[in-house]
């Protein structure tokens, strides 16, 4: 079966599943867009000229409030809805032919999402868990495949989240009626600097507004101008101490009506936007409570596509898993040139960019097709090597970012117990684990966490074989990797953006499918060119 599915709202996708295999997941935000952009009409309309024939479904997420109308929509099922038969099927017409439309709810999307991309057989029972920015619910999905609610333990648990980055950020409108999108993956960083796990009282105060308000909305508390934390800035550290307290708090909440409501010995799948809380799915794996924990690397709203087509296939064949590769977005365009007389243009070989980066050069990587979801795996990266703080200082330089942000490593999968505790596979940088040596420090937070991606010659040849080199000659197959892209921008996939990037943010050079482009007026380069000679 052919399935064409698209996500038109905020981190928009269109998804294209055939025969059970996901052939390609392409976002919105990606080619240097703007983080979370909803699909605009380019994007659905480059999608549908890489089709090589009409699909038997066309498949739209459930959530576009464009269409949210008091009699509801005729196209778009709404945000939630878990009942199988709560769908919306017509006959269509696409491209001259007829064509089955399908449409199910934002909630099942996420929820088809996590459970057809698991490793886990259909048939097997789980536990689900959503936690974003509107639903914080557990679930329970049978043998059948039919969900049951167990309980919404707190709804808008990543608004609440984000919220109290705002609260202490001056420039931040305290009426603002929604948290920053961006905010969140700040304070999971600021988190980590916390030196306190007990609140003041007032901070008590703070909490039991913050998590049981029905609105979120800051100025709705009637103390907020003397709170605790109220525009101190993200710097000050009682409100980093803070930062820690308030995660666990939340953390803590979801954790006890798990232990009341769940029966321990099977498997968690997670879904949401705070599914990208490295800490908190490290968390779940640690209480003991489930058989395995698992996470796509799409549990946001970039997911949902996916999700949506997952559901469509299970509605028409029964089938809830599909076969996927996290590298399922498009190739790299190299349409264009770069300007004339800036670069040494090489082909390089794995050995000679492990010397490039042992050297201390910083350089944009790109390899095959990027990667989907928001974490830069390897294909669409900036490496360096992660021996010297220096080079975790300089990358957010690069990345024009606060300092306070860590910058993770890439690592072979054979060393990652060695270096970073980490016994199993991390292919998806959505796990923290505790550095064992001081001898990585670009790569390892202020607590002594690191956010780990695992790799091996199964999930990335070409990076593994850098990995690999780069170990011969260090010791060490560890690199940092942080994503190349543009502030508030998805991922560069073309020749142009990465020419000005290279230019506009210091990159000393980068490589492209084993090309190298190497600034020649780069401190970095010269040294080591003059080095090799």
Not at 134 to 162: C, T, W
Not at 187 to 211: C, H, N
Not at 450 to 465: E, G, K, M
Request: aromatic residues 10%; negative net charge.
């Amino acid at each position: 079966m052919d399935i064409f599915a698209y996500n038109p709202g905020h981190d928009g996708a269109v998804a294209h599943l055939r025969d059970g295999k996901l052939v390609s997941s392409i976002e919105a935000e990606k080619d240097s867009n703007y983080r979370y952009s909803p699909l605009a009409s380019s994007d659905m309309l480059d999608a549908i000229a890489r089709l090589d024939r009409v699909p038997e479904v066309i498949a739209a997420g459930g959530w576009w409030p464009r269409e949210a109308r008091p009699t509801g929509s005729t196209r778009h099922v709404g945000y939630r809805g878990l009942d199988r038969s709560d769908v919306i099927m017509l006959r269509s017409t696409f491209m001259a032919t007829d064509v089955d439309y399908f449409s199910s709810s934002h909630e099942r999307s996420h929820l088809l999402s996590a459970y057809g991309m698991s490793p886990a057989p259909q048939g097997e029972p789980c536990y689900a868990l959503i936690w974003e920015g509107e639903i914080g619910a557990f679930y329970e999905i049978d043998s059948d495949v039919n969900i049951k609610l167990l309980g919404n333990v707190m709804n808008q648990p990543g608004h609440r989240y984000a919220s109290i980055y705002g609260l202490a950020d001056p420039t931040f409108p305290k009426d603002a009626p929604f948290s920053r999108l961006s905010d969140a993956g700040k304070l999971m960083a600021l988190a980590s600097y916390s030196k306190r796990t007990d609140p003041t009282d007032a901070e008590e105060e703070l909490i039991r507004f913050l998590l049981g308000s029905i609105d979120v909305r800051l100025d709705k508390y009637d103390q907020l101008d003397s709170s605790p934390h109220y525009d101190v800035g993200v710097e000050d550290e009682e409100f980093r101490n803070f930062a820690g307290i308030y995660s666990d708090r939340i953390f803590d909440t979801f954790t006890r009506f798990a232990e009341a409501n769940l029966q321990r010995g099977l498997p968690l799948v997670i879904a949401g936007g705070c599914g990208l809380n490295c800490d908190w799915n490290a968390k779940w794996q640690a209480t003991g409570l489930f058989s395995d924990v698992f996470v796509p690397p799409v549990p946001n709203d970039s997911g949902s596509a996916i999700g949506t087509a997952i559901d469509a296939q299970f509605h028409f064949t029964g089938n809830a898993k599909i076969e996927w590769d996290v590298y399922a977005g498009l190739p790299f365009v190299n349409d264009g040139a770069v300007t004339d007389g800036r670069y040494d243009v090489l082909d390089v070989s794995a050995a000679d960019v492990a010397g490039m980066l042992s050297s201390g050069l910083i350089l944009g990587w790109v390899n095959g097709r990027y990667e989907i979801g928001p974490r830069a795996l390897g294909n669409r990266s900036i490496l360096a090597a992660p021996f010297d703080d220096a080079t975790r200082i300089r990358l957010n330089e690069i990345k024009q970012r606060e300092q306070f942000r860590p910058i993770a490593p890439v690592c072979l999968e054979d060393d990652a117990a060695r270096w970073f505790g980490m016994n199993r596979q991390s292919p998806f940088m959505l796990y923290t684990s505790q550095a064992t040596t001081d001898a990585l420090p670009a790569v390892t937070h202020v607590n002594g966490s690191a956010r780990l991606q695992t790799v091996s010659q199964s999930t990335n040849p070409a990076l593994c074989d850098l990995l690999t080199a780069f170990k011969a000659r260090t010791g060490f197959g560890v690199l940092c990797n942080t994503s190349l892209n543009f502030n508030g921008k998805g991922f560069i996939n073309n020749l142009v953006d990465l020419d000005t990037y290279a230019w506009d943010h210091g990159l000393d050079g980068f490589i492209v499918d084993g090309k190298a482009f190497l600034r020649r007026d780069s401190g970095p380069y010269i040294g080591f060119r003059e080095r090799a000679h």
